[in-house]
């Protein structure tokens, strides 16, 4: 019989950067200029769910995103759909009666419907989890015998930071020596209970869509700016081990630094491109400000700061007291309803609102 449909569901959070990815070698491949290192979001905010179904009654590969039908003719879906369909193998429910050959998932259509937690117009990073989420549920799907580091190349291949949303807790894309890329993958630095103080507020500044995207972004930069030359050379080979220390040693004072300067130099980078990307607004540098000001009056940095390629702040608070605070600062200066005030709010902890 031609009835049967066979489903598998995952859901993927996003992850933020503590070092930054900015500019890529390889284009098609996508292949970084240098290594990054980030923290995955626990999966109550901003995180994906993907169906990925299989059926004889398809007659072409087709996706909806949020309920609305999106083309999957682009270069990065069909190189994923490519990566898992040629590692396939045989899958059988024997309930269903269904039995595929690994050969049968080359004529065989996929239907997949993912959904952001997120509105995905808040200009925060959905294509990371988006991606790791696609790839991750169709591998399922596909009985594809593959380590976790092995599909993450395959993610990095639909959007570079989703290869990092294949791990939770801390987690390393490192960038390769290999042309062909498969040495380009993400490792697990820590897992999600290594540092749990830590909560991270995000505050979306903007729910606009960003101005330049994060792939005209890099190409302008790779071909224009000396500073990424040698922040890729010389700088983040040396903050990356850094934090990695950082991270081992749960030392948020490093961390912290690390942190906040590397987000710096990053819209550094930004600015230096010709022409220059402006990713920060005024409230942005506001909350920078704020964040430096009170932890130069502790002695000690109480909050880190890092900006992705738009203006909302993501704060990593050192524990839930400070993220406490960290609220309070926020809305006594930028109260709602005035000119600068903040959209919303994002916690990582969501106890931290009760
Ligand atoms: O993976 P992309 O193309 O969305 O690029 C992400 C770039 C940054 O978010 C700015 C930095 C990073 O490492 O995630």
């Known amino acids: 019989s031609q009835k049967w449909i066979l489903t598998v569901t995952a859901q993927t959070p996003t992850n933020i950067a503590v070092i930054k990815y900015w500019g890529k070698r390889d284009e098609t491949l996508i292949l970084p200029v240098n290594d990054s290192i980030s923290v995955t979001l626990d999966p109550t905010h901003l995180c994906t769910t993907t169906t990925v179904a299989v059926s004889p009654s398809f007659d072409s590969d087709r996706m909806w995103l949020n309920g609305k039908e999106i083309s999957l003719s682009g270069g990065r879906y069909q190189n994923c759909l490519r990566e898992i369909r040629g590692r396939a193998g045989d899958v059988e429910d024997k309930n269903k009666g269904v039995k595929i ?19 995905t117009a808040a200009g925060l990073a959905s294509s990371a989890a988006g991606f790791a989420c696609l790839v ?26 989703a290869c990092r ?3 939770g807790g801390f987690v390393k894309w490192i960038m390769g020596k290999d042309d062909k890329g498969s040495d380009s993958l993400a490792v697990q630095l820590a897992d999600e209970k290594h540092w749990d103080d830590l909560v991270i507020v995000i505050a979306v500044v903007s729910s606009r869509q960003k101005e330049t995207s994060s792939t005209t972004g890099m190409r302008d930069t790779v071909e224009t700016s000396l500073l990424l030359q040698h922040r890729a050379k010389e700088v983040v080979p040396k903050r990356v081990l850094q934090m990695e220390e950082a991270i081992r040693n749960r030392d948020f004072t490093s961390f912290a630094q690390l942190t906040c300067a590397d987000s710096n130099q990053f819209h550094a ?16 540098h506001r909350i920078i400000s704020l964040v430096e000001k009170w932890n130069r009056s502790e002695g000690t940095p109480q909050v880190a700061y890092t900006f992705d390629a738009g203006p909302n702040a ?8 400070t993220a406490g605070l960290l609220l309070q600062r926020l809305l006594f200066n ?18 931290i609102l009760q």
């Not at 980078?269 to 942005?284: A, E, G, K, R």
């Open 101 to 119: 050959a690994k050969e049968d998932w080359q004529k065989l259509h996929l239907h997949i419907a993912s959904y952001n937690n997120f509105p």
């Open 136 to 161: 991750f549920a169709l591998a399922k799907l596909m009985n594809v015998n593959e380590d976790q580091s092995k599909l993450s190349a395959i993610a990095r291949q639909g959007s570079g930071s």
């Open 165 to 167: 949303s294949l791990y």
């Open 269 to 284: 980078v930004c600015l230096d491109t010709s022409p220059p990307i402006f990713y920060m607004n005024d409230t942005s």
């Open 314 to 321: 993501v704060m990593i608070a050192r524990n839930r007291k």
């Open 334 to 351: 930028f109260p709602p309803n005035s000119d600068a005030d903040l959209n919303d709010f994002v916690i990582g902890d969501k106890s």
